[in-house]
């Protein structure tokens, strides 16, 4: 991935006082000038004034296809290798940057299972509904090499900003057996540690999504699930007693698949956010890839990411317009 730089403070000083030089026998003592009361004031207060310059980021984009076209949401802009909500509002120039990246014309590297896969030039700009916040989609004709022609969920970066990858060898991950075994058992197990009643219907009832995956530090794929009681994985009001549970396994010593991550939420105490797998990629460049979700709420959607901290799977960003509650791990 690219390089990132990060926000640059400069701090402005002034310094004052006095030496004393002996010379010849002759000591001489050099002040400096004297200062009104204005300036002086002016002088003390110096100390404290923070120039912040912004070093612009790339921007991350999240998009499907279908057929030779896609659509792209802006997921925030990468800085210090962290991932922020664009546009900022106090930063001006983010709506100037904004305009000429989504211009017609404008190309993204696109991604997919963590490797580039080829290109989109932009056709179209449209707010991004039902995304919660500022957004735009950017829509446009996606070009992909050969092995990537089956993939669907993409991300995007800017082909302007830094040096471009070179393309990867792209391998798209089924769910075997074992994986759809081990998403049920740690659902079972983490449901009532929640304290959630078991599921009528039982846990396989309640999964609605599950995608195997292979981060590019992984030596075999990882898989994860979505489970939703009373609600549907989608933007639409929840029912009565409404839970989703997010879940992440990935490979241990002896192939046996154990618990990595999990995300529930009770619609009753915290609201609707259903996370769904979208893609990852390791996009701040420290080896480990990140893993990008889609989130839908009764009224709208955003996004938050996983990322590991010592050794742990943590969301470590999620949209400030979606639920903002505290992580779980």
């Known amino acids: ?12 000083t002034a310094a004052t ?19 009104s009361d204005t300036a002086a004031a002016t002088a003390n207060t110096v100390d404290d004034t923070v120039a912040v310059v912004k070093v612009p980021g ?14 792209f949401v802006i997921v925030g802009e990468l800085l210090a290798a962290r991932l922020s909500p664009f546009p900022d509002p106090d930063v001006p120039s983010d709506a100037t940057r904004l305009a000429e990246l989504s211009t017609p014309g404008s190309e993204w590297v696109v991604y997919s299972e963590g490797v580039r896969v080829g290109r989109m030039t932009v056709e179209a700009t449209s707010p991004a509904e039902p995304y919660c916040g500022d957004r ?6 996606v070009e992909l090499v050969p092995s990537a022609a089956t993939a669907v969920r993409l991300l995007a970066l800017p082909s302007t900003d830094g040096e471009i990858d070179p393309y990867g060898a792209y391998q798209q991950h089924a769910d075997v057996y ?7 058992q740690i659902a079972g197990e983490a449901i009532p540690r929640y304290g959630e009643s078991w599921p009528a219907g039982g846990v396989l009832s309640l999964r609605e999504d599950i995608q195997a995956f292979q981060p590019a530090d ?18 639409a009001s929840p029912g009565q007693g409404a839970y989703s549970l997010f879940v992440v ?15 529930f939420r009770s619609v009753e105490s915290e609201g609707k956010a ?29 996004f938050a990411t996983l990322d590991r901290l010592d050794g742990r799977l943590i969301r470590a960003f999620e949209d400030p317009c979606g639920s903002g509650a505290a992580p779980s791990n």
């Open 1 to 12: 991935m690219r390089k990132h730089l990060l926000a640059i403070a400069v701090i402005l």
């Open 218 to 235: 992984a030596s075999a794929p990882w898989v994860a699930a979505t489970f939703v009681n009373q609600d549907l994985l989608g933007v």
């Open 58 to 71: 790339p921007l991350l984009l999240a998009g499907e296809r279908t057929g030779e076209r896609a659509d």
């Open 249 to 263: 396994a990935r490979p241990e010593a002896g192939g046996e698949l154990a618990e990595a991550f999990t995300w």
């Open 17 to 35: 006082g006095c030496d004393n030089v002996a010379w010849g026998g002759i000591e001489v003592e050099l002040r400096p000038p004297p200062i």
């Open 136 to 141: 735009l989609t950017l829509s446009g004709t």
């Open 274 to 302: 259903i996370p769904q797998y979208h893609d990852h990629l390791d996009w701040d460049d420290d080896g480990q890839d990140e893993i990008l979700l889609d989130v839908f709420g009764a009224n709208r959607r955003w």
């Open 178 to 184: 074992d994986q759809r075994v081990a998403t049920l």
